[in-house]
């Protein structure tokens, strides 16, 4: 069982959500080489295990913060950018242009927020909204990686 301390250092990615500056620019770049790394080593399929098993971390790991605190996605938590990193590498080819063109579609989806990802943003509250604006916004990113290259 995760404490609430455990719990909140998995959320914000070991303190990468505590930089003061940008925290989900320094988690997308977090999710980006952490995600680099896992596709190098394990190859994509390993990325899709450890992108769902983040997914349920978040959710427990949320559901115990929340129980402690009110949380409507505030910038500390970044374990949501990369995760959606993640999800975008899962279409990306592996080459330096292609993980950098991710890196800043995802960032632009993410932050411009096109709908669905802005209704997302907006009507889904929760630990369960916070992860979902960022996989929608990584879909966004993902398809237009297929359509590009």
Do not use: N, Q
């Not at 301390?5 to 940008?22: N, R």
């Not at 929608?136 to 990686?145: D, Q, S, T």
């Amino acid at each position: 069982m995760l404490t609430f301390k455990s719990a909140k250092s998995i959320l914000h990615v070991g303190g990468i959500g505590l930089i003061p500056k940008a925290p989900g620019t320094w988690g997308s770049l977090a999710g980006l080489l952490s995600g680099a790394v896992i596709v190098a080593l394990f190859g994509v399929w390993a990325l899709l295990l450890c992108s769902l098993a983040a997914i349920a971390l978040g959710l427990y790991a949320g559901k115990i913060v929340t129980s402690h605190e009110p949380m409507d996605d505030p910038s500390w938590f970044v374990l949501d950018e990369v995760i959606g990193m993640w999800l975008v590498l899962l279409v990306t080819p592996f080459s330096l242009f292609g993980y950098a063109l991710a890196f800043a579609l995802f960032r632009v989806f993410d932050i411009f927020k096109p709908w669905p990802v802005s209704w997302a943003d907006r009507r889904v509250k929760g630990t369960f909204g916070i992860l979902l604006d960022d996989i929608l916004a990584a879909m966004y990113a993902g398809a237009l990686i297929l359509l590009l290259l």
